[in-house]
């Protein structure tokens, strides 16, 4: 009787073992995986040859030759595109989340003639792309440059309109499941003690719905910081690129392709990305395991 009790746990305790060991094997085989890519770029980024055509992890003769290159070329203005981005990014995100949130309050909490309606009008929208209303999208721009010129074809405030045209509609859904998500009984019980709707959502809701709010800033800044079609047609003069079609010029040509540059500055504009997550990564996974359990 011991012994096949003995038997039965050593049966176990390997039987666990080799469990955990293919857990370790299948996560060291994600992990390379997703950084190989990395790794790639990088070994790029200081080959002087500036081509992917012969490219080795380690590369022979490297320098910082590239980096020098994309930092110090005045026909790249490396830099400004850069800032361009994370102004552009940032000032979409901000305002994604705050009309955002706004509409997913009336959407939640208010009941008015033709709710449903315009519910669904924005999910049929969002089903088809920006991209597809690119000639009207461009046409549109020109026009409006004639009124406004500063959210006109080639400004940056015009491709923040047309970023946030993109990004209100699945934000504003997914955050109405989020505001659904907060018992009523707290607008009711804010409303007797005398709040207005104002405060009701600014005092009670918003701090409960923070998470989902980070998700949704984070999603909507990576998304406009690589977004490269759109504003590759809206945007006509080199000092008002953003990152992405900066770095798209460097690789367009048939005979000009500066891969290593290209690299570098990648790597470079990643960093904005890599803070941001660092930041508010306590946020984003609390607004995504929320998601999950809330349903």
Known sequence: MSRNLGGLLASKRRQRHLITLGRVIVSILAIAYA????????????????????QRLIPPNASLENYRALLNNPLQPFPRWMLNSIKVSLITSVLAVIISALAAYAFSRFHFRGRRSLLLTILLVQVFPNFLAMVAIF???????????????????????VYLGGALGINTWLMKGFFDAVPRDLDESARIDGASDWQVFWRIIFPLVRPILAV?????????????LLASVLLRS??????????????????????????????????????????????????????????
């Not at 949704?216 to 490269?228: H, K, P």
Request: charged share 10%; glycine share 12%; aromatic share 12%.
């Open 35 to 54: 950084v190989f890519p990395v790794l790639w770029i990088a070994s790029a980024s200081f080959d002087p040859r500036n081509s992917l055509a012969q």
């Open 216 to 228: 949704v800033g984070v999603l909507t800044f990576i998304g406009t910081y690589s977004e490269v």
């Open 139 to 161: 046409l549109l721009l020109q026009q409006i440059k004639n009124y406004i010129p500063s959210l006109g074809l080639n400004t940056h405030g015009g491709l923040i309109l």
């Open 238 to 295: 080199k000092e008002n690129f953003t990152l992405a079609v900066g770095l798209w010029q460097l690789i367009e040509g048939q005979y000009t392709q500066k891969w290593g540059i290209f690299a570098a500055g990648a790597l470079i504009g990643a960093i904005p990305i890599m803070i941001l997550y660092l930041i508010a990564q306590d946020w984003i996974i609390g607004g995504l395991t929320q998601g999950a359990v809330k349903g």
